[in-house]
């Protein structure tokens, strides 16, 4: 069945995968760095600090596969997309690497050395790791949306400075409030007393922000970014923008309303449809170039062969019900609130 699929039809499921990963692992990841990133507003004492660690703890390694998974299929399903990606951006990706693993190291060490200096600088870590990572994917996307300086040779004629311009930096900003957010809801969901009070409050106070960003943001896509071409050419799409608007929509009603896991999902839906809105603005690109268009980075241009995308969707559609599955089930297990009482465990954090 799926070797009669067209080799076009193949390319563009693929394009469709790439996004869905990259949103999977913004929902996913996003409530964890968010919660990192909120921690010394939102923690009055160690044992709520405790708590943010706890909150988070069983999922963040689980959340981070989706960045690999993500990253993966750039290099197996568009190999000269990977390239092009890495190359370019590769300093904003080698700081958020190494963002990435402080931010492990603060998990698993926090709690090995019994030192107020030493749970300091794991807590430095966990929150420069959390806040480093929403920014700079925010920044890269952003850069992405808009074009970045590449040649017909895939040469990046940029640097990382030439990064951080005004529309990189709102996408930073954007992506940072965006998780933020997501990660208060996700506290607030997992806490109880002050913790939780101060977390939905911390929320309701986000989504202003959100949505203010959120306008200032499209405003700045028409003007810096294409994105906008293939709505106006194909008018039915501009229902991935509407359905994002909904989303923060609806969120606000159910913050107002206290229902914090349908208020979390709505936050989920906002940012699936955010991404789709810049992945579907970018098509066919998948790196569009600001200097020279033909020297754009497609998925007709960057697509492995027909017999790769075919062997890795079948794959695919074996394995990833069962990483689901088990995701799923982790989150069934551990979404219980958390009190003091917890933090007595031996495994907690």
């Not at 044992?47 to 750039?74: H, K, M, Q, S």
């Amino acid at each position: 069945m799926l070797e009669l699929l067209p080799y076009e039809y193949m390319q563009n499921i693929w394009f469709f995968i790439w996004g869905l990963l990259w949103a999977i692992y913004f929902i996913l990841d996003g409530f964890d760095l968010g919660i990192g990133t909120l921690m010394p507003f939102i923690a009055k004492n160690e044992t709520e600090r405790r708590i943010c660690y706890n909150a988070t703890g069983p999922f963040w390694d689980g959340n981070e596969v989706w960045l690999i998974t993500a990253g993966g299929v750039t290099f197996a399903a568009f190999p000269l997309a990977y390239a092009t990606m890495f190359s370019a951006l590769y300093a904003p990706l080698l700081i958020l690497l190494f963002a990435l693993i402080f931010r492990a190291v603060s998990f698993e060490y926090r709690n090995k050395v019994d030192s107020p200096t030493w749970r300091t600088i794991a807590d430095v870590c966990q929150t420069g790791g959390s806040f480093l990572p929403a920014l700079l994917l925010g920044v890269a996307f952003a850069n992405l949306f808009q074009g970045i300086p590449i040649t017909e040779k895939g040469v990046y004629m940029g640097n990382l400075f030439g990064l951080l311009n005004l529309y990189g930096i709102a996408g930073g900003v954007l992506f940072v409030i965006m998780f933020c957010l997501h990660g208060a809801l996700f506290l607030a969901i997992r806490t109880v007393n002050g913790l939780h009070e101060r977390a939905v409050a911390t929320a309701k106070m986000l989504w202003a922000y959100l949505a203010i960003l959120t306008l200032v943001f499209l405003m700045a896509t028409a003007q810096y970014t294409p994105l906008f071409d293939n709505y106006a050419h194909t008018p039915v799409l501009v229902i991935i923008p509407l359905l994002a608007v909904a989303a923060l929509a609806c969120l606000r009603f159910f913050l107002h309303s206290e229902w914090l896991v349908p208020a979390f999902a709505a936050s989920a839906l906002f940012i699936l449809f955010v991404t789709f809105f810049g992945i579907v603005g970018m098509f066919p690109n998948i790196i569009p170039s600001n200097i020279a268009p033909e020297a754009s980075v497609t998925i007709a241009r960057a697509a492995s062969s027909h017999l790769t995308l075919t062997i890795m969707l079948a794959v695919s559609l074996l394995c990833v019900p069962v990483v689901i599955g088990y995701q799923a089930w982790v989150y069934w297990v551990f979404t219980h609130k958390l009190t003091k009482e917890d933090m007595e465990s031996d495994h907690a954090y």
